[in-house]
């Protein structure tokens, strides 16, 4: 899902030069498989195995990990209630790939739009868009989610809503940012010379050239949405059963550790390694996308070390 | 200088007021806390009382307004819980978090400079490339999650550290570790970035040429150049650190601010809810005021 966001905005030349990158750097190589195997699941994953998610079963109940005799769906073991964890895993997948998604998509949209605002007026709500940015900036996000959830009460969409809030300052301030700079544009003036309103100037001319910078920091920002999301279910005030992600996931589990480990080590690590993933793959596009670095991966057989 | 700062501070009271009232308003709607506070059947006459007693009976503005002006006069109201002053709940439980988040966020930079320098010194090379991996792993994991794992690992399998509390050195190892493990990873990149650029500039060549020690140009020369953007980045991660001391102190029962404030929420102790948020907000304002004199005394150039 991301993996190929990053690469259509990240790289001005074909597919084909990016696949060849990509096998250049055995890490990112893995890291997008691992993506690939996580959104197909994902996508028709529920679909297989999603009855099994709730099935419960007292014979399994705290099954141990590793054992094929109840069928291979349960080679991660089961839950306190016997629910095979391979099929929440896959279940609780799809939760939380929604919800991140859904918040880093609002948190661009919105922030992004309140961005280009603040950068080509001057007006008094300029002023209070950053002023706002600025107070989003100054407290940590997750107390201050862990108010507003407590408040409104913990469900899916007001986890979407407060998860998009706080992550908005970033995209306020780079789209901001660069309105600053293109206003000052020739197009602009031309634009300006033909009688365009300022909204057309800024939604029409200006926002899809800032748009690309968005969706990369998107990219980026959602590994941490994910952690964030993780995060506040864990501590109980995210998503609320029967519905779960990860986080929640772990949370169940941590009253188990000492007698059923993998009920809470399974979802963390599958946390650990989506979000490993991204970060690997993100930082592999900065090096694809830098001209200083690239050489790594163009010559890597040839190079002298 | 002097004035840099009051500006500073003039901006940072704006943005805490604005915070406060978000707050204020918020937690009213969470609902009474006399529902929490006194028995299931106490009788209405008992309800008001209380509502009377902790100013709960008046209009929300006027509560509104009330709070502001005891604020003025240094008043946080009263704790519901603990029957005490707002202010001390929030002061006796602020020293944990800061020694935690210091000591963490000490380490961690002093750490991932040496690591991060080591690796730009030597780009693509073994070390270089097990400190990428690690660095990211570190930035990636879940820290409720490597907190549970350290707990079964290091406490109920080994038995090497206690589980939770406080009380002697060993209690502080484990929390200290998974705090510092996200800025560690963050860090680590960001001096690596830096110092590889820092390393291609005119000056590092000069140093070689004139045959200088390997060690004395990258940990003196091209080190000193490429700290401010770390200590930019460290600074915004010290913000951060709170969310992870949050989670930390939540599964190692550390009686820090973080803690305090899952349990003001939830049991509706409005007044110590917002003094929390007033000491935090304060301590952040006095890190990054720390931060920006630190960059004077790194960086001649800059002037305020």
Same mark, same amino acid.
């Given at each position: 899902m991301t993996d190929t966001t990053v690469v259509s905005t990240k790289s001005p ?5 990016l ?56 080679? #991660? ?5 016997? !629910?095979? *964890? =391979?099929? +929440?895993? @896959? ?13 880093v998509c609002?948190s661009m949209f919105?922030g992004g739009?309140?961005g ?51 992550r908005?300052?970033v995209f306020?301030r780079t789209a901001?940012a660069e ?12 634009? #300006? ?5 300022? !909204?057309? *100037? =800024?939604? +029409?001319? @200006?926002?899809p050239l800032v748009l690309p910078t968005l969706v990369t920091i998107a990219a980026i920002d959602f590994a941490t949405v ?52 991204l970060n690997?793959l993100a930082s592999w596009a900065r090096t694809v996308a830098d ?15 | ?304």
């Amino acid at each position: 899902m991301t993996d190929t966001t990053v690469v259509s905005t990240k790289s001005p030349g074909n597919l084909h030069q990016l696949a060849i990158y990509l096998t250049r750097d055995k890490l990112a190589l893995c890291a997008a498989i691992f993506l690939f195997i996580l959104i197909v699941c994902v996508l028709f994953g529920p679909l297989l195995v999603g009855d099994m998610a709730g099935k419960l079963g007292l014979r399994q109940r705290n099954l141990a990990p590793f054992s094929l005799d109840q069928g291979f769906i349960y080679i #991660l073991g089961a839950d306190t209630l016997g !629910r095979p *964890i =391979l099929a +929440r895993l @896959i279940v609780g997948a799809q939760t939380t790939l929604a919800i991140a998604a859904a918040a880093v998509c609002c948190s661009m949209f919105v922030g992004g739009a309140l961005g280009l605002i603040a950068g080509y007026s001057e007006r008094w709500y300029s002023h209070v868009i950053l002023r706002l940015a600025d107070v989003i900036m100054s407290f940590p996000s997750l107390l201050l989610a862990l108010i507003v959830l407590y408040t409104l009460g913990p469900s899916m969409t007001n986890l979407v809503i407060v998860l998009a809030i706080t992550r908005m300052p970033v995209f306020i301030r780079t789209a901001r940012a660069e309105v600053l700079e293109l206003r000052e544009r020739m197009f602009v003036s031309a634009a #300006l010379s033909m009688g365009a309103s300022s !909204r057309r *100037i =800024l939604f +029409r001319h @200006i926002a899809p050239l800032v748009l690309p910078t968005l969706v990369t920091i998107a990219a980026i920002d959602f590994a941490t949405v994910i952690l964030a999301e993780s995060s506040l279910s864990f501590l109980g005030l995210g998503i609320q059963p029967p519905n779960f992600t990860w986080g929640a996931m772990v949370a169940n589990g941590r009253g188990y550790l000492s007698t059923a480990w993998w009920i809470a080590f399974w979802p963390g690590l599958a946390i650990l390694l989506t979000t490993l993933s991204l970060n690997i793959l993100a930082s592999w596009a900065r090096t694809v996308a830098d001209p200083s670095q690239r050489w790594r991966l163009q010559s890597l057989r040839k190079a002298p070390r | 200088m002097f004035a840099y700062i009051g500006r500073r501070a003039y901006h940072s009271v704006i943005s805490v007021i604005g915070l406060l009232t978000l707050v204020f308003f918020l937690t009213r709607l969470t609902g009474d806390p006399s529902a929490l506070y006194l028995p299931l059947d106490s009788s209405l006459e008992a309800r008001q009382a209380f509502a009377k007693l902790n100013g709960l009976d008046q209009p929300i503005y006027l509560q509104f307004l009330q709070y502001l002006s005891n604020l003025l006069s240094l008043d946080f109201g009263q704790s519901l819980r603990q029957n005490r002053s707002a202010l001390e709940v929030a002061l006796e439980a602020f020293p944990a978090t800061l020694q935690l988040a210091l000591i963490a966020m000490t380490l961690s930079t002093g750490l991932a400079i040496f690591i991060g320098a080591m690796a730009a010194a030597r780009p693509g090379s073994l070390f270089d490339r097990v400190a990428g991996v690690v660095s990211l792993a570190g930035a990636s994991t879940p820290d409720f999650w490597i907190a549970i794992v350290g707990i079964l690992v290091f406490s109920v399998g080994l038995g090497l550290f206690p589980t939770s509390g406080t009380g002697t050195a060993l209690h502080w190892i484990m929390p200290i570790a998974v705090l510092m493990l996200r800025p560690f990873g963050l860090l680590v990149q960001v001096v690596r970035g830096t110092m590889i650029s820092a390393l291609a500039s005119p000056y590092i060549k000069t140093a070689h040429a004139k045959g200088m020690k390997r060690r004395k140009i990258i940990f003196g020369h091209a080190l000193r150049n490429s700290l401010l953007p770390v200590i930019t980045v460290a600074g915004d991660l010290m913000t951060g650190l709170v969310n992870g001391a949050v989670v930390v102190e939540t599964i190692f029962g550390w009686p820090g601010i973080g803690k305090l404030m899952i349990d003001s929420i939830i049991q509706r102790d409005f007044a110590v809810v917002q003094s929390t948020i007033l000491v935090t907000a304060i301590a952040i304002f006095v890190v990054n005021i720390a931060i920006d004199l630190l960059y004077v005394a790194l960086d001649p150039r800059i002037r305020y």
